[in-house]
């Protein structure tokens, strides 16, 4: 009973559209950001490297390499501060989490592009 009730109130939250992606892809991911009184549009791109969470708690890992650094950043699916995500590159993976690229560094941490 307990579980209906939060998946109706928890409805009202959910974007009616979510962008497809999936783990391992490529993607850019549209931020809104609020500089004073005027909000802007910041663009963060990087590979895709966990999921987790369902319904409204929905949450993503973008991983990037900034300055010869790996840099991690996690983003709510359902935020409205997420615009939109955009997948750039697909990619081959056989697993759900790809951990194993915080360990790679360069050439190492590239995935094979999935033809469609």
Not at 67 to 73: D, I, T, Y
């Amino acid at each position: 009973m307990s579980q209906d009730l939060m998946n109706k109130v928890e409805a009202a939250y959910k974007k009616p559209e979510v962008d497809q992606f999936e783990i391992g892809d490529t993607v850019e991911v549209h931020t809104k950001i609020l500089e004073g009184n005027k909000e802007r549009i910041q663009v963060y791109s990087g590979t895709v490297i966990a999921r987790s969470g369902s319904g409204t708690r929905e949450m993503f890992t973008v991983r990037r390499i900034v300055g010869g650094e790996g840099v991690e950043k996690k983003f709510p699916l359902h935020s409205p501060k997420v615009d939109k995500v955009v997948s750039t590159r697909k990619s081959v993976v056989r697993r759900a989490k790809l951990y194993y690229l915080r360990d790679r560094v360069g050439k190492a941490t590239r995935l094979t592009e999935r033809r469609v």
